[in-house]
């Protein structure tokens, strides 16, 4: 029986080189503290620890370090290894959400308020702003498991990615009341935005856990394929999902007029007619019940669910394929894992 | 005749550093771009290039750089070496005042408007970020002048200077209003938000310039000493400064109800009745012409003047200290050139 890593032992060695980093941010503003700890859901807004049932929900899927930790295993590497980078990506997702927060006025984030809500826009940006060096921080912390030239070659691209990254926000906050946005700009503002980060966290598990560089390569288009097909799910459960699972409404994001994928579909499709008609609902202040009945019949009368779903099988088969490319037939449990995880994040319905 | 380097090819060193830097903002957003340029003075808001002396302008001192390259050539190495930390110091001042402006709601920056009264909040948060990550970048081009394990301790400190600038500007927004806030505490805070990037300009210089680490621990307290006191005398040029010269008017800083650290000695000193008028004139939401002459008058009564400027000639003194003890009487250029740097900080009237 071969010592096989599980998701528990994966988590916990995240949390330790998590902790670790968050050291730094000790010293005499305990504000500074709570906010990051706040915000990596360790405390509540009090400063109280959260339970471990509540630290589960509020801490989000961390999908982003477990593909980094599970790549790294697959290619003959450790979790272990790949722990420091893992809480880098996980601390570098977070500061992103504390900043995208409050570019959106979002009120809550995982079930509890955002970090600009309860301390303000300022102090929110300060939390972000400090993460980001966390996350630096911790990444260098994989100076103990890679050589001086991986390490930098990391950082390097740890920085190109966050850059990717915010330049997708740019252009996501520069598309907002846009009508000419089409399809191939926003699967572009999404490679940045969504699944840069992907594409980083499996490189990066790649070459830590010891993959050639054309390996890691390759592997990187596994994290960039998954990164897309996730959002693209995203877009669908933000229309077509039942509030029960999702938390939010069915429709929700046409009541919030986003132009996510489904929107930007049917308007390339939409004949004259009923482009005025999107553009006219689009244009108001506040969409009405009957309005979003009426969306959700145009979007149904170009079967954009269909092609929208298009997008993301495209997505799994490419993810799939570099699975059997680099894998071939072999079984580890981690290579395993990886398709498991793929396919739930491609099927899910939450 | 020595080879000796000037404060243009510095500067030549400091730009081609940045140049080569900020090449990784460059994508499919030119937004980003020109948000990035236009921070740093290359350009103006339409992405038009900035005329050479409009240039120097708005580029401000450049004071953080200049420290670090001139201390690595006083231990005996080169700006060369110290330009790609140089950069990186000077990125993420700008990255800084950037978030800064947003935080306070600044309108201008150097004569021009600030960039979120340009494009938003949103998009200088984004401006922002991106910024810290080129820094990080411009930093890692010090490989090729530093061995790799100085590289590590270099991202390390730089990451640290960070999160003591966050925690320094955390304190500041923390203090706003309240009024029991000690010239401590203010110190506290600036050591943070003014005098940490200083710190490790100075460490940085002389570490790259292949100072041991006594003497680069030495040369970042200098730096720190600078950082104080250059925040203090600033905050004296807020309200005994003539008009003229700073282009501000004189007493801004308490038309402004800033808790600088004037105020701060002199709530620490006033008698019962006079703190009682003190937090009644800052308690309004306007001050009129009449008041500020009133709490000129009570800074005139304690002798606020003197012992503010004992500060920063504490400070100053601590700087040449350290100079005379780690350079004893060398006449080479750059310790000549530090010296008077510093005098000229810690007396300037703009």
């Not at 995208?100 to 600009?116: A, E, G, K, L």
């Not at 495209?314 to 680099?326: F, N, Q, T, W």
Request: aromatic share 6%; hydrophobic share 40%.
């Amino acid at each position: 029986m071969p010592d096989v890593t599980t998701t528990a032992t994966r988590m916990e060695l995240l949390d330790y080189q998590i902790a670790r980093a968050l050291i730094a941010l000790e010293g005499p503003s305990e504000l500074l503290t709570r906010m990051g700890d706040y915000s990596l859901g360790l405390v509540g807004t009090q400063g109280e620890e959260t339970e471990p049932d509540v630290r589960a929900q509020v801490q989000g899927k961390r999908l982003r370090p477990q593909i980094a930790m599970l790549v790294a295993e697959a290619v003959g590497g450790s979790a272990e290894q790949a722990a420091p980078g893992a809480a880098a990506i996980e601390l570098l997702h977070n500061f992103t959400l504390i900043h995208d927060d409050i570019q959106d006025r979002s009120p809550n984030r995982r079930h509890r308020p955002t970090v600009w809500r309860v301390w303000g826009d300022g102090q929110a940006i300060n939390a972000g702003d400090a993460l980001f060096a966390v996350s630096q921080l911790a990444l260098l912390n994989s100076a103990q498991y890679v050589s001086a030239e991986t390490l930098l070659l990391l950082a390097q691209r740890f920085n190109r990615c966050t850059i990717d990254i915010v330049r997708g926000q740019v252009q996501d906050i520069n598309n907002e009341g846009r009508a000419d946005v089409t399809p191939g700009d926003y699967l572009e503002m999404i490679g940045g935005k969504t699944a840069a980060i992907l594409e980083f966290s499996a490189w990066a598990g790649a070459t830590v856990g010891g993959a050639d560089d054309a390996t890691a390569r390759r592997l990187g288009e596994l994290g960039l394929a998954i990164g897309l097909g996730f959002q693209i799910r995203d877009d669908m459960l933000g229309i077509w999902s039942p509030a029960s699972e999702t938390g939010k409404d069915a429709a929700d994001d046409i009541r919030r007029k986003k132009q996510s994928l489904p929107i930007l579909i049917l308007r390339a499709n939409a004949s004259a007619e009923d482009t005025e008609r999107i553009n006219h609902i689009y244009a108001q202040e506040e969409i009405d019940e009957q309005e979003v009945e009426e969306m959700l019949g145009l979007l149904a009368k170009y079967g954009v669910e269909a092609q929208t779903l298009e997008h993301v099988e495209v997505e799994h088969r490419r993810a799939m394929a570099i699975l059997d490319d680099v894998f071939g037939d072999t079984d580890a449990s981690a290579v395993y894992e990886l398709r498991t995880l793929i396919t739930q994040l491609v099927n899910r319905s939450f």
